[in-house]
């Protein structure tokens, strides 16, 4: 009897963060936003949830449970479906993504084998590959505490989220998370409520911290000076996990910050207070 109460209470504040967690949501279906959708299932357990594979954060708020959803800056104008599983019934729900443009950003490496890799750094590059997907990709059942991000390091913002880059004048994929400018050392905190998932000296990406919030939600920090926390350890908002550096590829001191929903990323500013959200 105690460990069903003690169940119940659990499942019951669960449900409350989940609760809490959609209001912190800017919604934008465009590539690289945010879709909640409500599914018409009010069910005591959570549907289970897939975009094109990916697991999906489900949240209940007024009965219902809502799927939010990260869309990639890959997808396509249409209609995009999501499979949905109920108590062994599978069902599918449509919606629309629209077109956004982003612009376009050249920058000049002055280390060019951080834009072409002779094959040493291809050897490196592809041993870093598993754990970097591993972490994207991460998922526990736990419920974020907040989708209301605070922001990770005092700094204006220097590179928005989805430019269209050229390295060198090559074509490099989209930029995936927001560039931060701030001199060397200055403190990084951790966003909202997590787990260390992860952490690593990369060729890219340099010294770089992967945060878990919960069902899929995942934080990345890169390019840092030193990192002051280890895997495994759990955080709270506002506390210090590194300071910002210039490791990896960069042209300057600054942090890079991603963040992934369902293993795509989306823009961080989606998921920003309402004070921090400035350029």
């Given at each position: 009897m105690r460990y069903?109460?003690?169940s119940l209470i659990s499942l019951l504040l669960t449900f409350s963060a989940a609760s809490q967690a959609i209001e912190g949501v800017q919604t934008a279906s465009v590539p690289g936003g945010i879709v909640v959708m409500p599914l018409g299932i009010d069910s005591p357990e959570p549907p289970e949830v897939r975009f094109y594979g990916n697991r999906v954060m489900v949240v209940k708020q007024s009965q219902d449970w809502h799927a939010v959803i990260g869309i990639p800056l890959t997808a396509k104008p249409g209609a995009h479906k999501l499979e949905v599983n109920t108590q062994g019934q599978t069902s599918t729900r449509s919606f629309k993504i629209t077109d956004k443009q982003y612009e376009t950003q050249r920058l000049t490496i002055t280390n060019k084998r951080k834009v072409n890799p002779n094959p040493l750094d291809m050897e490196r590059i592809n041993s870093e590959k598993g754990q970097i997907t591993r972490a994207k990709a991460w998922w526990q059942e736990t419920s974020p505490s907040s989708l209301s991000l605070s922001k990770p390091v005092d700094g204006p913002f220097s590179s928005p989220f989805g430019l269209r880059r050229y390295f060198n004048d090559q074509p490099r994929k989209p930029h995936s998370g927001l560039d931060i400018a701030a001199p060397e050392g200055t403190p990084i905190t951790?966003?909202?409520?997590?787990?260390?998932?992860?952490?690593?000296d990369f060729f890219f990406n340099g010294n770089t911290v992967f945060i878990d919030h919960g069902q899929g939600m995942v934080s990345m920090y890169c390019h840092m000076n030193t990192i002051d926390i280890e895997t495994g350890v759990t955080v709270k908002r506002g506390d210090q996990i590194?300071?910002?550096?210039?490791?990896?590829?960069?042209?300057?001191?600054?942090?890079?910050?991603?963040?992934?929903?369902?293993?795509?990323?989306?823009?961080?500013?989606?998921?920003?207070?309402?004070?921090?959200?400035?350029?």
């Open positions: 069903l109460i003690t951790a966003p909202a409520d997590g787990t260390v998932i992860t952490t690593g590194g300071r910002v550096g210039k490791t990896g590829r960069v042209t300057g001191p600054h942090l890079h910050w991603s963040v992934y929903l369902n293993n795509v990323a989306i823009d961080p500013m989606l998921l920003l207070k309402t004070e921090n959200n400035t350029r």
